[in-house]
């Protein structure tokens, strides 16, 4: 059973994000930008550094989004495909049955797109690829294991068994979104899987299935760090990290800053970008390209989407998507703004707001 070679992956694509509204109410959450790059981004260069030649994501039915933004993978150097979700959310370990055509017999990566993890996948695979297992697990300390499939260990330390979401976790790991399989091995133990209480397929009953019957399930904790993006406030941190971790000579200044402008840190500004003297801007920042920036402050941990305008406001740990426009005195922190959003002064001073469903103010 040595050397599998992983060579292909399957990416989450779809779902509704439903604890991420009212912003996935107009963009699919795995478009949602971290360090001004869509997030599934993130998790295919992984994917690609980690020798990954073929990808498949799947999407929600009728959702061309992510094929318009993703291609045909010829930006990395590899090959992606799409396919439908079909028969509606029947939990992520049916995702995978629904890529079997693709996968067949090969060994291969399941990379759930919303987790963002620092660091390289490289040595996880290979302790996989080296070692003699049918299964591999990344597992992560958290301090809420009972939102997670939770390992269970015997008293020797041995991986025993997968419990998702208990009430009283015995330990406080997680297993995190990345999986790796042996040929054959996972659609053998889905076709004696049942969906849970909740209607769908576990992939932690999954491992179970593989545990229960003496296959090798093997298990890394991550270090560095690893998210899932499940809540606003993990985007704004993962966004903090992921900006943290971009390398200093990506940062550059294509647009125009007038004299006098003050620019410290890491800074991105995007070509057609315009700063003018009285900008303070401390990075890490990203800003997209045709922005327009005046009397205003942006401070750390900020991305601001292509085509906005900023006048007058301080924003500080803050994701703004494409064309938003803020003109007045606010001050914005640990904030995400969706594409379009208008922030201006009242005329009549008085509040005026048109809000969509699960929308967050605090005045």
């Known amino acids: 059973m040595t050397g599998h070679k992983i060579k292909k992956a399957i990416l989450t694509g779809g779902g509704r994000a439903t604890r991420l509204r009212p912003v996935t109410s107009t963009i699919n959450k795995h478009l949602i930008p971290l360090a001004n790059k869509p997030m599934i981004f993130h998790a295919i260069e992984k994917a690609v550094e980690a020798g990954i030649e073929e990808i498949f994501i799947n999407t929600n039915p009728g959702d061309t989004d992510l094929e318009k933004a993703i291609g045909d993978g010829g930006h990395w150097g590899i090959k992606i495909k ?152 993990d985007l704004i941190i993962a966004n903090q990290l992921l900006l943290e971790e971009v390398p200093a000579e990506n940062f550059k200044i294509e647009g125009i800053v007038e004299e006098g402008a003050v620019i410290s840190g890491k800074v991105r500004i995007g070509v057609g970008t315009t700063a003018n003297k009285n900008v303070k801007i401390c990075g890490p920042v990203i800003i997209g390209e045709n922005c327009t920036l005046e009397d205003c402050v942006i401070n750390p941990n900020t991305t601001i989407g292509t085509g906005s305008v900023i006048k007058k406001a301080k924003i500080g740990n803050s994701i703004l998507l494409n064309g938003c426009l803020i003109d007045c005195g606010v001050k914005i922190d640990n904030s995400i703004l969706g594409s379009g959003v208008v922030l201006t002064n009242a005329s009549n001073g008085l509040q005026r707001m048109i809000l969509g469903d699960n929308t967050l103010i605090q005045i």
């Open 82 to 233: 799409f396919f439908e979700q079909e028969g509606g959310p029947q939990g992520i370990a049916n995702v995978v049955k629904q890529a079997e055509k693709f996968i067949g017999e090969d060994p291969f990566m399941f990379y759930l797109s919303d987790n963002i993890v620092l660091g390289s996948l490289k040595e996880f695979i290979e302790e996989f690829s080296n070692g003699e297992y049918d299964s591999m697990l990344a597992l992560s300390k958290v301090p809420d294991p009972e939102r997670f499939g939770v390992p269970i260990f015997d008293d020797n330390g041995k991986l025993i068994d997968v419990i998702e979401k208990p009430q009283s976790p015995p330990n406080s790991f997680a297993v995190t979104g990345i999986y790796l399989y042996g040929p054959k091995l996972f659609f053998k133990a889905y076709e004696n899987i049942k969906k849970s209480a909740r209607g769908e397929y576990e992939i932690s009953d999954i491992h179970s299935y593989l545990l229960k019957n003496n296959h090798r399930v093997g298990h890394k904790e991550i270090t560095g760090w690893w998210k899932d993006t499940g809540k606003p406030d």
